[in-house]
């Protein structure tokens, strides 16, 4: 739980600021402070609809229907990270480009880790942990400073 945090916090301050995305989260910024939309929904949306049910689909399945279509091997292995990591930033456009440059990197990220464990219980652990942080960055309104820890 503490790795997706940390996650979080490097991509927040190091990984996205040289992307050029900017410090803070339009589309997510209406959260700033507000616990009646960050709570219930947001917190439902993170946990079960992202950390569970995206890794159930992007990790669990298609790496199970890519593994049957390319093999096992290493040189599938990676292809199979790849893909569905492509297919996962695809799926973050409503977030705009830099929604679909962090689910990219993350994508690599939690497919890598599914591909070397075969634990599907950590990468959802994991992925939750990171957007529960990045709801606790938003509601607290901390991107800013988190985006501009290294870079100014």
């Given at each position: 739980?503490?790795?997706?945090?940390?996650?979080?916090?490097?991509?927040?301050a190091?990984?996205?600021?040289?992307?050029?995305?900017?410090?803070?989260?339009?589309?997510?910024?209406y959260?700033?402070?507000?616990?009646?939309?960050?709570?219930?929904?947001?917190?439902?949306?993170?946990?079960?609809?992202?950390?569970?049910?995206?890794?159930?689909?992007?990790?669990?399945?298609?790496?199970?229907?890519l593994?049957?279509?390319?093999?096992?091997?290493?040189?599938?292995?990676?292809?199979?990270?790849?893909?569905?990591?492509?297919?996962?930033?695809?799926?973050?456009?409503?977030?705009?480009?830099?929604?679909?440059?962090?689910?990219?990197?993350?994508?690599?990220?939690?497919?890598?880790?599914?591909?070397?464990?075969?634990?599907?219980?950590?990468?959802?652990?994991?992925?939750?942990?990171?957007?529960?942080?990045?709801?606790?960055?938003?509601?607290?309104?901390?991107?800013?400073?988190?985006?501009?820890?290294?870079?100014?």
């Amino acid at each position: 739980m503490v790795f997706g945090a940390f996650l979080k916090l490097a991509m927040k301050a190091v990984v996205m600021p040289l992307l050029g995305a900017p410090a803070v989260n339009p589309y997510y910024h209406y959260l700033a402070g507000n616990a009646a939309a960050a709570i219930p929904f947001v917190l439902y949306a993170v946990i079960i609809g992202a950390g569970f049910g995206e890794e159930i689909v992007f990790r669990g399945f298609l790496f199970e229907r890519l593994g049957t279509l390319l093999g096992t091997s290493r040189r599938a292995k990676i292809a199979i990270v790849v893909l569905t990591a492509v297919l996962f930033a695809n799926a973050h456009w409503n977030q705009g480009l830099p929604g679909v440059e962090q689910a990219a990197v993350m994508g690599l990220v939690f497919g890598g880790m599914y591909a070397l464990t075969g634990e599907l219980v950590i990468v959802m652990v994991t992925h939750a942990a990171f957007d529960l942080m990045a709801v606790a960055l938003i509601y607290g309104n901390l991107e800013s400073r988190v985006a501009h820890l290294f870079f100014r």
